[in-house]
C-alpha cells in the first residue's frame, strides 16, 4: 500500500497547490481566488512559525528504519504540524467555502482526509501533527469563506512591501519556508483579478493548458536561479510573488481573448443635499 499512500501524499505538494489555486482564480472565481490565495500564504507562514518554532523531531527520528527512504523524502522540516494536513485543509475547505456546494464540501473533506492519512500510514506523523494541522487549516479555510480583502488604495502596495521588507532582513540561516510564505503573500495581496473566467469549454482548455505553461516556465525558470543566489530571503519571497502576479494578472492579459478584462465597480459616493435658494 505504501506507493498508493505515496501518490495521495504527493496531492500535498507545492506543485499540486500551484496548479489548484491558479484554475480556481482563471476557471471560477477570480476575486475568491485571491483571498484564498492571501489566506493560504498566511497559513503556510503560521505552519512554518510553529514547525521551527516548536522544532518537535519526527517519530522515525530515533530509528529511520521505521520508515522507508521514499516516505522520509516527503518529510521535510519538524514534525507539529503538519504542513501536508493543514495546507491541504486551507486549499480544499477554502474553496467549499467559498463555493458553497454541498458535494463539493464532500470531495474536500473525503481529499484532505486521505493526504492527511497517508501521513499517518507513512509514518512520518505522529496524530498530534495531523490534528492539529486540520484544526489550523480549518481556521483558515473558515477565513477564506468570509473575508475580502482590500485591493485598492494604499493598501495594495503597502502590504507587499511590509512583507518584502521583512524577508530583506530575515537572519542567515532562517529556513527558506519563510521567504516563499512571505513573498506569496505579497503576490496575493497585490494582484488584481480584473477578469471574468471564460464561458465555454474551449475558453476553459485553453486558458487552463496556456496558463499553466506560462506559470511553470516561470516557476522552473526562477528555480534555475544558482542555489547561493534563488535562496535567500529576499530573492525567494520576491519569486514567489513575481510567480503569483505572472499567474494573477499577466496571463489574463495574454489570454485576454478568453480572460476578458472587467472593470471594478466604482463607487459613487452620495453628493450632499443642496438647500435651493429662498
Known amino acids: 500500500m ?6 495521495v501524499t504527493n496531492l500535498g505538494r507545492d506543485e499540486v497547490f500551484i496548479v489548484v489555486l ?3 482564480t482563471w476557471l471560477w472565481n477570480p476575486g475568491g481566488g485571491r483571498n484564498l490565495g492571501v489566506v493560504f500564504a498566511g497559513s503556510y507562514l ?6 521551527y518554532g516548536l522544532d518537535l523531531p519526527r517519530p522515525f527520528a530515533s530509528d529511520p528504519s521505521l520508515v522507508s527512504e521514499a516516505a522520509r523524502a516527503t518529510a521535510g522540516g519538524p514534525s507539529l ?3 501536508h494536513a493543514q495546507m491541504s485543509a486551507t486549499l480544499w475547505a477554502g474553496i467549499a467555502a467559498q463555493v458553497r456546494r454541498p458535494g463539493l464540501w464532500i470531495a474536500a473533506v473525503v481529499l484532505i482526509a486521505l493526504i492527511a492519512g497517508s501521513r499517518l500510514a507513512l509514518g512520518v506523523h505522529t496524530p498530534l501533527d495531523v490534528i492539529v494541522g486540520l484544526l489550523l487549516g480549518g481556521v483558515a479555510a473558515a477565513l477564506a469563506g468570509r473575508v475580502a480583502f482590500p485591493d485598492a488604495g494604499t493598501w495594495r502596495w503597502a502590504v507587499p512591501v511590509v512583507a518584502l521588507l521583512i524577508a530583506t532582513f530575515l537572519p ?3 529556513p527558506r519556508e519563510f521567504g516563499t510564505g512571505l513573498g506569496l503573500f505579497a503576490g496575493f495581496w497585490y494582484a488584481r483579478p480584473n477578469f471574468a473566467p471564460p464561458r465555454d469549454l474551449a475558453g ?3 486558458v487552463g493548458v496556456v496558463g499553466l ?5 516561470v516557476f522552473f525558470g526562477l528555480g534555475a536561479l544558482p542555489s547561493a543566489v534563488k535562496d535567500i530571503g529576499l530573492v525567494r519571497a520576491l519569486r514567489y510573488a513575481v510567480l503569483v ?5 499577466v496571463v489574463p492579459a495574454v489570454l485576454r481573448r478568453w480572460l476578458p478584462h472587467v472593470t471594478p465597480p466604482t463607487v459613487v459616493q452620495p453628493r450632499p443635499e443642496t438647500v435651493p435658494p429662498r
Open 204 to 206: 476553459r482548455l485553453i
Open 81 to 83: 504540524p503538519s504542513g
Open 46 to 51: 503560521v505552519n512554518s512559525a510553529l514547525k
Open 172 to 174: 542567515a540561516g532562517t
Open 245 to 249: 502576479v505572472v499567474a494573477v494578472e
Open 22 to 24: 491558479a484554475l480556481y
Open 213 to 217: 505553461l506560462i506559470v511553470f516556465v
Open 2 to 7: 505504501e506507493s498508493f499512500w505515496l501518490a
